[in-house]
Each structure stands twice: as C-alpha cells, then as structure tokens.
Nanobody
C-alpha cells in the first residue's frame, strides 16, 4: 500500500489542524493505521492509532483529549484532527500502516509498521 500524508502547516498555539493520509494499492481496511511524529534528534513516537474498522482508537497521554484519529475506509483515508495545539506538538507527522494486525493488540513502535507515508510538517508557534 502507498500512503500520502498532507495537511500540515503553521498554526498558533491553541489552534487546530487536520491531517489526512490517503492510501492506494491494497485493501485499506486490512490495515491497522497509526500517526507518528518526530522531532529532529528524537525518536519517532506514536501519537495515535486506529483499528481496521475504526471502532477502536489509541492515544498517547500527551495528545489524548486534544487529537482524534478517524478513518473512512470507503475513501481509503485516515485522519488526525488536532485541536488545542501546543508548541510541543511541533513535529513531522507520518502515517503508517500495519499488515495482518492481531485483534486486540496495539502496535506502539515504528518498527511494528510496514508501510509509511512521507512526513508532513506541523509547526505550532507560541
């Protein structure tokens, strides 16, 4: 599957952005999806993940309550709605797909994902 992420930009603290990741090439609903983020000099970290159906989601503590991950399998797209943005949310954001996920298992590290989109930069000014 090929992934293309877009929607990043510059926003003031307290503002919002919506990232999108469009998939092509394989059956999108077969993949568990995640949004990762990376700051230069630091490891890439998972921000949010979503099950194949979209019914189950996972968030890291620092974004829970502010970010919402969702997907539209008919449109082969996963979204990350980011509200109440903070300067510490500044990062390159990547979407990723996991093949053959085990039901009930969340995949939290980048090595557990099989396909990646290019990064989209989110910059939050104070």
């Amino acid at each position: 599957v090929q992934l293309q992420a877009f929607g990043g930009g510059l926003v003031q603290a307290g503002g919002f952005l919506r990232l999108s990741c469009a998939a092509s090439g394989r059956t999108f609903s077969n993949y568990r999806m995640g949004w990762f983020r990376q700051v230069p000099g630091k490891e890439r970290e998972l921000a949010a993940a979503i099950s194949r159906s979209g019914h189950n989601t996972f968030y890291i503590d620092s974004v829970r309550g502010r970010f919402t991950i969702s997907r539209d399998n008919a449109k082969n797209t996963v979204y990350l709605q980011m509200n109440s943005l903070k300067p510490e949310d500044t990062a390159d954001y990547y979407c990723a797909a996991r093949e053959l996920p085990i039901r009930g298992t969340w995949y939290l590290t980048d090595s557990q994902y099989d396909h990646w989109g290019q990064g989209t930069l989110v910059t939050v000014s104070s």
